[in-house]
């Protein structure tokens, strides 16, 4: 079993930058991936950000390219999500996941159901 605890989440306003962070714990040996989802207010579960580090490729959504970066602690066994250029439609609850992907399978990272482990959600509100 892996556990992952999110922190960093709050209420900012628009073009500021804030860093979510997602610690992991227990079995960490057993996964090779994380992510970052997030749902908005009456809208599906979005994929974010992903980092794989047996293939070590890093991932993003189309909405957030450019402006989020996902990157590791590899010593603290955290995954930090680094948002910059805030908007309005930044506002969600975050989740953090985590998983074992095998690296045949193509265009897995960006897929849920890929995750067998899941934080219990940073809400990040924006304000414009």
């Known amino acids: 079993q892996v556990q992952l605890v999110e922190s960093g989440g709050g209420l900012v306003q628009a073009g500021v930058s804030l860093r979510l962070s997602c610690a992991a714990s227990g079995s960490i040996f057993s996964i090779n991936a994380m992510a970052w989802f997030r749902q908005g207010p009456g809208k599906e579960r979005e994929f974010v950000a992903g980092i794989d580090w047996g293939r070590n490729m890093t991932y993003y959504g189309d909405s957030v390219r450019g402006r989020f970066t996902i990157s590791k602690h590899n010593a603290k066994s955290t995954v930090y999500l680094q948002m910059s250029g805030l908007e309005s439609e930044d506002t969600a609850i975050y989740y953090c996941?985590?998983?074992?992907?095998?690296?045949?399978?193509?265009?897995?990272?960006?897929?849920?159901?890929?995750?067998?482990?899941w934080g219990q959600g940073s809400q990040v509100t924006v304000s414009s």
């Open positions: 996941a985590a998983g074992q992907i095998p690296s045949r399978l193509k265009n897995a990272n960006t897929n849920s159901v890929k995750y067998a482990y």
